[in-house]
């Protein structure tokens, strides 16, 4: 199957391991991967700051960009609900078939086991816009649950918001920041050595916590953790 990636700004600008790791994932099982060099930002910060112009604009760039793709799929539930959820709203008439990593695999492809190895203590932070904007269910935690020698623990309270929200973060920082407090006690409360989650932003947020408090709890990519096999081992980031 040909399929698209989405990068999306953040894995694109700070995280590109995680999209090497897309790729390589996707053709482990049989996809053949194009990256459109002409795609932009979703628009979806512009749109959740109340430019609705401008996030237009970029819906129909974005439209553009993937034209002649039947198939969309990007690592980030936020950026595939904004794409799916908001798109057709801002540009009538607007059609998409743009995946979450996770969904492309179990209801596209089929798969819960697609062949990793992650021999780590791993707890999974659902992101909002996956659970409540796309409906993604426990799809990522079905192929968590498939990995060899990966220990997964549940997140105490996992549905609860990270406190990041965009901009929320920085117009309402005292109460993200409340918010971020209680993630990260659920986080440690699990002794994980790593969090995962299908969206760079939270993880970029509580990571980022975490980081400061020297937790020594290390924030994973979904597609980094199922990309990862015996021949070919994740390794932390190095800067």
Request: proline content about 5%.
């Amino acid at each position: 199957m040909r399929v698209a990636l989405f990068g999306t700004c953040l894995a694109d600008t700070l995280h590109p391991a995680t999209l090497h790791a897309v790729v390589r994932l996707l053709e482990r099982l049989g996809c053949t991967v194009d990256y459109p060099l002409a795609q932009t930002c979703c628009g979806q910060m512009h749109l959740n700051t109340g430019y609705r112009d401008h996030a237009a604009a970029l819906a129909r760039s974005h439209t553009a960009a993937f034209a002649e793709h039947d198939v969309v799929v990007t690592p980030s539930g936020s950026c595939a609900g904004m794409v799916r959820d908001n798109h057709p709203k801002l540009v009538p008439g607007t059609r998409t078939r743009t995946f979450e990593l996770s969904e492309f695999l179990v209801d596209v492809l089929g798969v819960t086991d697609v062949g990793a190895w992650f021999p780590h203590r791993v707890t999974y932070h659902p992101t909002c816009h996956s659970l409540r904007t796309l409906g993604v269910g426990d799809k990522p935690l079905a192929l968590l649950r498939a990995v060899s020698g990966l220990d997964l623990v549940a997140l105490p309270e996992a549905e609860s918001c990270c406190g990041f929200g965009g901009t929320f973060a920085l117009k309402n920082a005292e109460t993200s920041t409340a918010m971020l407090g209680d993630k990260m006690r659920a986080v440690l409360d699990t002794r994980a050595e790593v969090l995962c989650a299908s969206d760079h932003s939270c993880l970029m947020h509580v990571g980022g916590g975490l980081s400061r408090l020297r937790a020594g709890v290390r924030p994973v990519h979904l597609a980094e953790i199922l990309a990862s096999t015996e021949e070919d081992p994740w390794r932390p980031a190095t800067r």
